[in-house]
């Protein structure tokens, strides 16, 4: 198709990713309980069906994301299963580089090329959470890693810092536009942390009490929000949920992820309120894993994984062209295979982000976008 969406652009509209770094197990987190093959791959890690919560088809969602589950009863959240890379690669490092460029042609990030074409740059207009900025975002026109806001305070010197800045970038032609915004933002974060970032709307953030992995994710995604209900000029946000790789007693590893990724995400949901309508959250990993368990209790490297649509407009549902688990149904080791390309996902989300050419964004795949 030749564009990701027709009209005027929304400017209010935000795209936030979150990268489940180390090869997410898709059927752990939608174990497909209603496929024969499941159970005679996974007898010991697979899910009964009586404890998982429904969705369509033979699928059904972890318990440990049970969170998560309103959101797609109500229509606000949009699952696709069997969805990956084109490329056969079971390296972390390969796949997440080429998930991240778009492309194994691509130069850049995606995100990046879609900030571009997009024609819109600031010192907030992209944000990671976290300390470094992810590829994604590599060659955008403006990107910041944004550890913590409530860290952020005003020095003594901070007055004079600012002025000697400006006062330095002002007859700049190259620089003096992005020194502006620069401190622009500086302000716009200052008053954002002097007022406190609260939840809205009774969200309640993960404690202490769920688990380290939950509070610190839950703050990140709560950081995010507050920029967003800031109006801060956000456009795209990375927030990271790391520590998939689970070769070994996967069930304490993937576990409090779940649960991390689901309370996380449904307070997130919840603090935007109305907003999250013009919000769209697109979960993402490198890959999946393989369909049958291994003798240590864990699962390698696959596939076909998952991905998760909330919010912005998304018309929810279950997604997938199921192929089977059946042996003969399988890819290479034993994998199930990529039915559905992670780009399609990305491309219908992005079409109600703004009118921006899909070549542009994802230039060595002919976008064929899902209803997500």
């Given at each position: 198709?030749?564009?990701?969406?027709?009209?005027?652009?929304?400017?209010?509209?935000?795209?936030?990713?979150?990268?489940?770094?180390?090869?997410?197990?898709?059927?752990?987190?939608?174990?497909?309980?209603?496929?024969?093959?499941?159970?005679?791959?996974?007898?010991?890690?697979?899910?009964?069906?009586?404890?998982?919560?429904?969705?369509?088809?033979?699928?059904?969602?972890?318990?440990?994301?049970?969170?998560?589950?309103?959101?797609?009863?109500?229509?606000?959240?949009?699952?696709?299963?069997?969805?990956?890379?084109?490329?056969?690669?079971?390296?972390?490092?390969?796949?997440?580089?080429?998930?991240?460029?778009?492309?194994?042609?691509?130069?850049?990030?995606?995100?990046?090329?879609?900030?571009?074409?997009?024609?819109?740059?600031?010192?907030?207009?992209?944000?990671?959470?976290?300390?470094?900025?992810?590829?994604?975002?590599?060659?955008?026109?403006?990107?910041?890693?944004?550890?913590g806001l409530l860290d952020l305070?005003?020095?003594?010197?901070?007055?004079?810092?600012?002025?000697?800045?400006?006062?330095?970038?002002?007859?700049?032609?190259?620089?003096?536009?992005?020194?502006?915004?620069?401190?622009?933002?500086?302000e716009r974060l200052e008053t954002?942390?002097?007022?406190?970032?609260?939840?809205?709307?009774?969200?309640?953030?993960?404690?202490?009490?769920?688990?380290?992995?939950?509070?610190?994710?839950?703050?990140?995604?709560?950081?995010?929000?507050?920029?967003?209900?800031?109006?801060?000029?956000?456009?795209?946000?990375?927030?990271?949920?790391?520590?998939?790789?689970?070769?070994?007693?996967?069930?304490?590893?993937?576990?409090?992820?779940?649960?991390?990724?689901?309370?996380?995400?449904?307070?997130?949901?919840?603090?935007?309120?109305?907003?999250?309508?013009?919000?769209?959250?697109?979960?993402?990993?490198?890959?999946?894993?393989?369909?049958?368990?291994?003798?240590?209790?864990?699962?390698?490297?696959?596939?076909?994984?998952?991905?998760?649509?909330?919010?912005?407009?998304?018309?929810?549902?279950?997604?997938?062209?199921?192929?089977?688990?059946?042996?003969?149904?399988?890819?290479?080791?034993?994998?199930?295979?990529?039915?559905?390309?992670?780009?399609?996902?990305?491309?219908?989300?992005?079409?109600?982000?703004?009118?921006?050419?899909?070549?542009?964004?994802?230039?060595?795949?002919?976008?064929?976008?899902l209803p997500v």
């Amino acid at each position: 198709m030749g564009a990701i969406a027709l009209g005027n652009p929304d400017d209010d509209r935000v795209l936030v990713t979150v990268f489940l770094r180390g090869g997410a197990d898709g059927l752990a987190l939608v174990p497909p309980v209603g496929d024969d093959g499941y159970r005679r791959a996974r007898p010991r890690l697979g899910v009964s069906s009586s404890g998982t919560l429904r969705l369509d088809g033979p699928f059904g969602l972890a318990p440990e994301l049970a969170a998560l589950h309103p959101w797609f009863l109500s229509g606000r959240l949009a699952v696709v299963h069997a969805v990956g890379l084109g490329e056969d690669t079971r390296s972390h490092f390969v796949a997440q580089e080429l998930m991240e460029r778009g492309g194994p042609a691509a130069s850049g990030g995606w995100l990046g090329r879609w900030l571009r074409a997009r024609g819109v740059a600031g010192g907030l207009t992209a944000v990671s959470s976290g300390s470094e900025v992810p590829d994604s975002l590599r060659g955008a026109p403006g990107a910041t890693a944004l550890g913590g806001l409530l860290d952020l305070a005003r020095g003594e010197d901070w007055a004079a810092l600012c002025a000697s800045v400006g006062g330095l970038y002002a007859r700049d032609a190259q620089l003096g536009a992005a020194a502006h915004d620069a401190l622009a933002a500086a302000e716009r974060l200052e008053t954002l942390r002097s007022r406190g970032v609260e939840p809205a709307h009774g969200a309640r953030y993960p404690s202490r009490t769920d688990g380290s992995l939950a509070h610190d994710f839950g703050q990140h995604l709560g950081q995010v929000a507050g920029l967003i209900r800031g109006r801060v000029g956000l456009v795209a946000a990375c927030v990271d949920l790391e520590g998939w790789d689970s070769h070994f007693a996967q069930e304490t590893i993937v576990g409090p992820r779940m649960r991390a990724l689901a309370l996380g995400l449904s307070a997130f949901a919840t603090d935007l309120g109305p907003a999250l309508s013009r919000v769209s959250v697109v979960v993402m990993s490198e890959f999946g894993r393989r369909v049958a368990e291994n003798a240590s209790l864990g699962t390698d490297h696959g596939r076909g994984g998952v991905m998760l649509v909330l919010g912005g407009g998304t018309p929810g549902g279950m997604h997938c062209r199921w192929p089977g688990l059946d042996a003969d149904r399988l890819d290479g080791p034993g994998d199930l295979p990529v039915v559905h390309d992670y780009r399609d996902v990305l491309a219908a989300v992005l079409a109600r982000l703004g009118t921006v050419p899909a070549s542009a964004v994802f230039p060595d795949h002919p976008v064929r976008p899902l209803p997500v």
